[in-house]
């Protein structure tokens, strides 16, 4: 056991940098959070944040199954208004800025969205 | 025990039965209430056309609103509506004698919206499938792009994207999605300006009023109408999948 305090050294290093980000969190006191802006802020919301944070996916996938499926195109917000269920043109008449909306989170989290292969971003649109 | 084995077969055919009956009824219940639907169709009056002057008011219209690329390699083409043969139009059609003015011109192909759909037959993911309307709808996120709707269509109204149509886009429409390489894509009927009330995009930008749409379940509609007054062609009808789309005579 002669190599024994190298080994634990070498040990520690290594775990000091394979849980890196366990401890910078840690250090942090909280994890590193995304910061999505808003483009038009202050304008018609479809739910509130906290329910589009946690499902905007779902109600995205419900809006394709209701327009390319079932041929149903209206729907209400939060308010009870009429929406028309479009990405290009409901979502993205606000959130216009993909790269500092959508992308934040997505990058962070290493999610692709497919979408954007054949959807017009907003910067296309203008 | 026996006593309710035997039960218990009983109550099981007399459920499974109910439940036969209760399916079937659905199914012949949907038909009826079907019946009340409308069912898009389109004519189109060749006669009308004015190809000899290169108008191509409805091809320009179509590709523009759904971003139909311009893909110069032949074999990577895709196709809404384009211009074809007399003779490959209606290749199953006999017209020895028949006024060259209507053999020689090209005639309008676009996908004709069958009845029966073999497209919607064989694909394996019912990425399209034929509507209530009947208008044969595409989802090009199922697409998996296996291409045996491509192969089923004996019109040939399907077009697969070999490659990325983004590069051949002169302009986007952004209100309308383009796609990607491998799925397959075809005419629509326009279903995104129909279910909106509006009629397609060919439809309105020919100068000539040669195409006309509507409702084949109406009596009154245009499209009625025309084919009460004059005799129209279908595409290769011994075939039985009983296109909806209308050639005048």
């Known amino acids: ?126 | 025990m026996t006593e309710t084995v035997k039960e218990g077969r009983r109550r099981f055919l007399k459920l499974a039965g109910l439940g036969a009956l209760a399916f079937s009824a659905r199914k012949v219940l949907g038909k009826v209430a079907g019946e009340g639907a409308r069912r898009w169709a389109m004519v189109v009056d060749p006669s009308r056309c004015r190809w000899d002057d290169g108008c191509n008011g409805c091809i320009k219209a179509c590709h523009a609103a759904h971003n139909v690329p311009s893909v110069p390699d032949p074999k990577h083409e895709v196709k809404w509506i384009w211009k074809e043969k007399f003779a490959d139009v209606f290749a199953d059609q006999e017209a020895p004698h028949v006024a060259e003015s209507l053999t020689s011109r090209p005639i309008l192909a676009l996908c004709n919206h069958c009845d029966d759909p073999p497209c919607a037959r064989v694909c394996p993911t019912k990425a399209t499938w034929r509507r209530d309307d009947g208008i044969v709808a595409i989802d090009p996120h199922r697409c998996i792009g296996c291409r045996y709707c491509v192969a089923a269509c004996p019109y040939g109204s399907r077009s697969f994207n070999w490659v990325d149509p983004k590069p051949y886009l002169a302009r986007v429409n952004p209100d309308y999605p383009a796609r990607t390489k491998g799925i397959v894509e075809k005419c629509t009927f326009c279903v995104e300006r129909v279910d909106r009330g509006r009629l397609p995009a060919c439809v309105e930008g020919c100068p000539e009023k040669a195409l006309i749409f509507g409702d084949l379940n109406d009596p009154q509609s245009d499209v009625r109408r025309t084919l009460r007054s004059r005799y129209a062609l279908r595409r290769r009808p011994s075939l039985g999948t009983h296109p909806e789309v209308y050639y005048l005579v």
Do not use: Y
């Open chain 1, 1 to 126: 056991m002669r190599d024994g305090p190298k080994i634990a050294a070498g040990l520690a290093l290594f775990l000091g940098l394979a849980l890196s980000p366990v401890w910078q969190r840690v250090a942090a006191g909280r994890a590193r959070q995304p910061e999505p802006v808003i483009a038009k802020p202050e304008t018609r919301c479809l739910a509130s944040r906290e329910v589009m944070r946690a499902s905007h996916m779902r109600l995205l996938d419900e809006w394709r199954q209701a327009v390319v499926r079932e041929g149903r195109r209206g729907a209400t917000d939060a308010d009870g208004r009429p929406v028309s269920m479009s990405l290009t043109g409901t979502c993205l008449e606000c959130h216009s800025n993909k790269k500092d909306f959508c992308d934040r989170c997505h990058l962070q989290l290493v999610v692709k969205p497919v979408c954007w292969g054949c959807h017009a971003e907003a910067a296309e649109k203008s």
